[in-house]
Nanobody
Framework: QVQLVESGGGSVQPGGSLRLSCAAS????????MGWYRQAPGKERELVAD???????NYGDSVKGRFTITRDNAKNTAYLQMNSLKPDDTAVYYC??????????????WGQGTQVTVSS
């Protein structure tokens, strides 16, 4: 199985930047997709960004042009660079990974979540 460790959350003023990291470890055949979701109080969890091997990154409409997802496949780590942060970006951010236990067994895993607060 896969264990995910997230880091990089915190508090920042509007217009500021943060970078989140998600490191995957454990026993798996390969990782196909790494992504970030977020959930604000009283709202549903929504896609922020994801990256599938061989495809262009995919972004939620509200973060396009401000957030960038990158992957270091050698380290099984995904990063989310968040610039020009707004109060509406305040949420718990969750890492999500789709991986293969074997060529035919696909699973996904969630991180524990990291709080991002944007406030003046």
């Amino acid at each position: 199985q896969v264990q995910l460790v997230e880091s990089g959350g915190g508090s920042v003023q509007p217009g500021g930047s943060l970078r989140l990291s998600c490191a995957a470890s454990g026993r798996f055949f390969s990782i196909s997709r790494m992504g970030w979701y977020r959930q604000a109080p009283g709202k549903e969890r929504e896609l922020v960004a994801d990256s599938t091997s061989g495809d262009k990154p995919n972004y939620g409409d509200s973060v396009k042009g401000r957030f960038t997802i990158t992957r270091d496949n050698a380290k099984n780590t995904a990063y989310l660079q968040m610039n020009s942060l707004k109060p509406d970006d305040t949420a718990v951010y969750y890492c999500n990974v789709a991986f293969r236990l074997s060529p035919l067994q696909v699973r996904d895993a969630w991180g524990q979540g990291t709080q991002v607060t944007v406030s003046s």
